[in-house]
């Protein structure tokens, strides 16, 4: 398996997260990247290979150009502002406001905002398009030559919706692999999202459509981020309705549960008969994960690969969260050869 990897994750690393009323260290660190592409090293995987430049054509198909024009701009016009420190958003939209982009940064950071915690510097836009640019590149592996891809993504992009970031992400790199795919002739992609956090950026991009099935194991959003999507009773809207299918699951979940899940997941997504399958692969499932609370093991991780492996799609894992870094390639690297055996 091809593993695709851009070294500009690194021009992404804010100095600070806001977590728990503090400036912190960002969980979402570029040392996971190191981690991970050390652990498929020692495996004997290829070495990761770089990626064609991203092509914007297909971002605009599941991105708003407001959006995007936002991203772009954000750090010229925060830094124009005077401000010392890195673009946080402060104020949201809420209940019965305006839905309108305001001119000043601050409102444009409030209005794009899915969440408070994630930071732009001058040099995050760059990251976020290499970042993109491994999915697509992987995506583009899958339609021709090869029948698995691992697009090793950083920043992550599942939290990215149709005109929204937070939560790590910016572009929805998943999103972007699965139109990619559709664009190239795969008529029918389904998403399978095994990242602790419920992929809200992914449903939202694909929620009135049928050519893309979105299918998520996720923690409860009662009980864990993004909070205010992924329940079960969200199967899709219009041309969408029951091409979205959501698995959430409470504090405490061990695998015995959710590999249960996986399985009626796995079942739902043969049934569909996609011409691909993309996995938006965070390892935050992990017992010792320090945002999270799922209770899967280092074993359980190939476990599950190879459950994905049995169902034969022509499959792209995409990389996602995953937050105890000294774990994060054993356990990524698990799920790639469970996948492969
Ligand atoms: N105190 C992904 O896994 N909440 N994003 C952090 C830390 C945000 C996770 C709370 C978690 C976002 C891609
Ligand atoms: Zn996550």
């Not at 010392?84 to 958003?89: F, H, N, V």
Request: proline share 5%; glycine share 10%.
């Amino acid at each position: 398996m091809k593993t695709i990897a851009s070294t500009d994750h690194v021009l992404h690393f804010p100095k600070a997260e806001l977590s728990g009323g503090e400036l912190v260290r960002p969980y979402e660190c570029p040392e996971r990247w190191d981690y991970i592409v050390e652990a498929l090293a020692n495996s004997g995987f290829s070495a990761p290979q770089a990626p064609t430049p991203l092509d914007m054509a297909t971002v605009e198909k599941v991105h708003g150009d407001d959006y995007l024009r936002f991203l772009a701009q954000a750090w010229s016009l925060w830094e124009a502002e005077g401000y010392q420190g890195e673009a946080l958003p402060m104020a949201v939209p809420n209940r019965r406001m305006q839905q309108r982009e305001p001119e000043n940064i601050n409102g444009k950071l409030g209005y794009f905002a899915g969440a408070t915690e994630t930071a732009i510097t001058a040099t995050t836009w760059q990251a976020v398009q290499s970042s993109a640019a491994c999915a697509q590149t992987a995506a583009r592996l899958l339609g021709t030559s090869e029948t698995s891809a691992f697009a090793l993504c950083r920043p992550p992009g599942h939290h990215a919706g149709f005109d929204l970031y937070g939560g790590y992400c910016f572009l929805n790199n998943a999103a972007i692999a699965a139109q990619q795919l559709r664009d190239a002739g795969a008529s029918k992609v389904a998403i399978l999202d095994v990242d602790f956090h419920h992929g809200n950026g992914t449903q939202d991009i694909f929620y009135e459509r049928n050519d893309v099935l979105f299918v998520s194991l996720h923690g409860n959003p009662g009980h864990a981020f993004p909070y205010f999507l992924g329940y079960a009773d969200e199967t899709g809207k219009n041309e969408g309705e029951g091409y979205n299918i959501n698995y959430p699951m409470l504090p405490g979940t061990r695998y015995s549960v959710w590999s249960d899940a996986l399985t009626d997941a796995l079942d739902r997504i043969d049934q569909y008969f996609p011409d691909a399958l993309v996995v938006s692969l965070g390892v935050d499932t992990f017992e010792r994960d320090p945002i999270s609370f799922f209770k899967l093991t280092s074993d359980d991780f190939t476990r599950y690969g190879n459950a994905i492996g049995k169902r034969k799609h022509p499959t792209l894992f995409v990389m996602e969260g995953g937050y105890a870094v000294e774990e994060i390639g054993i356990n990524t690297r698990n799920v790639l050869q469970g996948f492969l055996n």
